[in-house]
């Protein structure tokens, strides 16, 4: 039978998602046939490699946020030889910085907001772009530190006060409209989600992960000419990143000025959360996988790049 060690938990701000994500996957696996050890990556990283001894035939790296989704963790796993889920130490340091990211998707010709990097001095001292524009830390997940500067609002000063994401920010335009997401699977695109968060207009934190914080719609209703677009921009960001295994990909979809409108690629996320009211679940779901196959898939796909 197939050992598998679940890395979960970790020590980055979405932990508690992470616990979530563990304990659906150790569930899962179990049910797979896979001999399970699950394994809480704290602060002591003697202790998680030492768990890794003697090494198990692949590791499902259920980590969320820094040192997990980063290519940290990935590349412990690579020096140990020991084949991991998801994507590698560069596709996962790629993903997890927003802005080399997004150097990386213009050149590959995929739409993106407009933008750039700010000192948190600049952005104290007054608007960088026009109103309304979105402030974001670099290398956040689940929209952690994302805080929206709209007309009229004078919360800008008091936001770079109270920045605890380092020196810099990125700040993009705002860009209307409604918020999709599109799950991989190595070369194929499963689905395009409309996500209507219950509470206002913006898919944070409490969104994503809260019991009925947010509606799923799929397949998202909307113009046919967008909805293909979407699976193909999915499709290359997860191809110029390098990715493996399952990415997801964030969108918004602006048709201010008609149909079909304009579809902005947001990021990519090496590692979609697979909690109960994850997005990728329930995309495979949709086309006929199951949670425990989904989560066996990842671990067959299991790679090292030692």
Not at 88 to 109: C, H, I, N, P, T
Not at 267 to 279: A, V
Request: with cysteine; net charge negative.
């Amino acid at each position: 039978m197939t050992r598998v060690v679940v890395l979960y938990g970790g020590i980055s701000a979405e932990r508690e998602v992470s616990l979530s994500t563990g304990i659906q996957v150790i569930a899962a696996l179990r049910e797979a046939g896979f001999n399970v050890d699950p394994v809480d990556a704290g602060q002591d990283l003697g202790a998680v490699i030492a768990a890794l001894t003697p090494k198990p035939d692949a590791v499902f790296n259920a980590l969320h946020g820094r040192f997990g989704e980063d290519g940290a963790i990935q590349g412990v796993l690579d020096w140990l030889g020991i084949p991991y889920t998801h994507s590698g130490v560069r596709a996962s340091a790629l993903a997890m910085d927003k802005q080399a990211a997004k150097a990386l998707f213009v050149s590959a010709g995929l739409p993106v907001a407009s933008g750039r990097m700010v000192s948190i001095e600049e952005l104290e001292a007054g608007d960088p772009m026009p109103l309304p524009y979105v402030v974001k830390p670099v290398n956040e997940g689940s929209s952690v530190g994302v805080t929206f500067v709209r007309g009229g609002d004078n919360r800008r000063a008091q936001i770079a006060q109270s920045w605890t994401f380092g020196s810099a920010a990125l700040v993009e335009e705002y860009i209307p409209g409604r918020e999709l997401t599109v799950g991989v699977l190595d070369d194929r695109a499963l689905a395009v989600t409309e996500i209507r968060a219950v509470a206002g207009s913006f898919y944070d934190y409490e969104s994503k992960y809260a019991d009925g914080g947010s509606r799923h719609i799929i397949p998202a209703g909307i113009h046919p000419e967008a909805y293909a677009r979407a699976m193909e921009v999915a499709v290359g960001a997860h191809r110029a990143l390098g990715c493996r295994g399952a990415t997801r990909c964030d969108f918004r979809y602006d048709v201010t000025a008609g149909e079909p409108g304009r579809l902005v690629l947001l990021e990519i996320n090496t590692q979609p959360g697979l909690t109960p009211t994850s997005l990728l679940p329930e995309q495979a779901a949709y086309r006929g996988m199951s949670f425990s196959k989904l989560c066996a898939w990842m671990v067959e796909n299991a790679a090292c790049r030692a």
